[in-house]
Nanobody, 126 residues
Framework: QAQLVESGGGLVQAGGSLRLSCAAS????????MGWFRQAPGKEREFVAA????????YYADSVKGRFTISRDNAKNTLYLQMNSLKPEDTAVYYC???????????????????WGQGTQVTVSS
């Protein structure tokens, strides 16, 4: 089981950037495919980005493709989400998640993710 703690959220103007981090503890993070999800008020949790265990594969939601970049540093047990060109519609609580899958696999839905962080708020003002 992985314990996950997100950080880096905050208030930013439209067009700005933020970098989210997710610190993992417990088993070695290289055991997990990882992902970012977000949930806006009154909406369901939605997929944002995913990365395979050693970072060889990534996948993005169409809404963030070209603006967000997911990466990981297994030596530091940390997952990142670089968010550029932020829009008001990106406002949400952002969650990181971890799931134990074979090397090279990415998880693009909540299915398969066993461990979740508590979330970090991102607010983009217009």
């Amino acid at each position: 089981q992985a314990q996950l703690v997100e950080s880096g959220g905050g208030l930013v103007q439209a067009g700005g950037s933020l970098r989210l981090s997710c610190a993992a503890s417990g088993r070695a993070v290289s055991s997990y495919a990882m992902g970012w999800f977000r949930q806006a008020p009154g909406k369901e949790r939605e997929f944002v980005a995913a990365i395979s265990r050693y970072g060889t594969r990534t996948y993005y939601a169409d809404s963030v493709k070209g603006r967000f970049t997911i990466s990981r540093d297994n030596a530091k047990n940390t997952l990142y989400l670089q968010m550029n060109s932020l829009k008001p519609e990106d406002t949400a609580v952002y969650y990181c998640a971890a799931g134990q899958v074979p090397v090279g696999q990415v998880l693009t839905t909540t299915i398969g993710y066993d461990d979740w962080g508590q979330g970090t708020q991102v607010t983009v003002s217009s």
